[in-house]
């Protein structure tokens, strides 16, 4: 376990708080279910990458959403663990049942705002909407002191409107304000203008911070949250790999590396230990059975490989032609040897480890064994290679 806390203590303005979930929205898409035991061992391996919030998932959904919100926040991460909620009080109860025992917990209540949410699902006035959610935060407050209030659909909700139901949020006590764009309808410079429309007219203690929340159905989840982030917001809700409803969430890794990358440009830091992204997004890979494309930027396969002999020339005279960032910035082995027969244990071990798996010292020795006899049959062992053994020997016992 990493030293460092993720502690929502206020980190001043230049702090960008990554809010992963991974476990919730990313669960959520189709193909992408995880049982309790993966569940803990992504919870453990988004502790190590350092983010501040893991969204654990849905209490009220269901009993297993329930026990695996329980058990990550038994964990006792530095992480903060959030719960989802709808207005109802008995959404509220079971996160607050589920996170009873966590020491460092967050309410997350969900209501739409839109005007076509109102008409057609909820039936309810704006006011009616108001009313609901800030009696949430109310019932919310006996149980926790960090609540976050999401206006769902946010992207198409009249502006002036999204600022009154935010303001009687922040009046009701709480303390994150998340604006998702729910259908992933929305462009960069129009969500950077909403979010400086709400930095401008919110009547807001600097504790309290503005959330993003986009959706990637236009493919501009990403650059929405850079918008996002330019018109205020520091908090961005992601999700390893992108996975999420639909076309998925804003991608954590490109979200981060874009920040780091462009510290030029947006002068604003997160916590995350970027050389975690990598073996983190293996292990989300190897867990769903969801693959991310080969040109996926910062984790795919191809993400740094200079096919070209323009580039490839480039690249040995000086690395920065065609390279913005390193492999290793991001845990990317520098050393990407393909292991073979003659492989030894210690070769074996660090690979497991750049790819994510931290195993006993007995399941390597069982490990070690079926990959020498993988070893004889095929001449080169891959990293898929590697993540299917570790995943089918998984089914024998705990490791
Ligand atoms: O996309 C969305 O609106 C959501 C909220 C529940 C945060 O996932
Ligand atoms: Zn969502």
Known sequence: MNTKTNENADKGNDYVYIFDTTLRDGEQSPGCSMNLKE????????????????????????????????????????????GLS?????????????????????????????????????????????DEMTAAVAFGKQWFDDIEVTAEDAGRTEMDYLTEYFQAAIEAGANVLNVPDTVGYVTPSELQAQFQHLTDHLDKPDSVVLSAHCHDDLGLSVANSLGAIEGGARQV???????????????????????????????????????????????????????????????????????????????????????????????????????????????????????????????????????KALADRKKSVYDEDIEALVLGNEQSGPW
């Open 237 to 371: 809700e992601c999700t390893i790999n992108g996975i999420g409803e639909r076309a998925g969430n804003c991608s954590l890794e490109e979200v981060v590396m874009a920040l780091r990358t462009r510290q030029d440009r947006f002068a604003l830091r997160t916590g995350i230990d970027t050389t975690r992204l990598y073996p983190t997004s293996r292990l989300v890979t190897s867990v769903t059975g969801s693959r991310v494309q080969a040109n996926k930027a910062i984790v795919g396969r191809n993400a740094f490989a200079h096919e070209s002999g323009i580039h490839q020339d480039g690249v040995l005279k000086n690395v920065e032609t065609y390279e913005i960032m390193r492999p290793t910035d991001v845990g990317v082995p520098e050393n990407s040897l393909v292991l073979g027969k003659h492989s030894g244990r210690h070769a074996f071990r660090d690979r497991l480890e750049q790819l994510g798996f931290a195993v006993t010292k007995e399941k390597l020795e069982d490990l070690f064994v079926a990959f």
């Open 86 to 130: 709808r207005t109802r009080r008995g959404d509220i109860e079971a996160v607050a049942r589920s996170l009873e025992s966590a020491p460092n917990k967050r309410l997350h209540i969900f209501i739409a705002t839109s005007p076509i949410h109102r008409e057609h699902k909820l039936r309810m006035s704006q006011q009616q909407i108001i």
């Open 39 to 82: 569940k803990l061992q992504v919870a453990r391996a988004l502790d190590d990458l350092r983010v501040d919030v893991i969204e654990a998932g849905f209490p009220i959904a269901s009993d297993g959403d329930f026990e695996s919100v329980k058990a990550i926040g038994d964990l006792g991460l530095n992480a903060k663990i959030c």
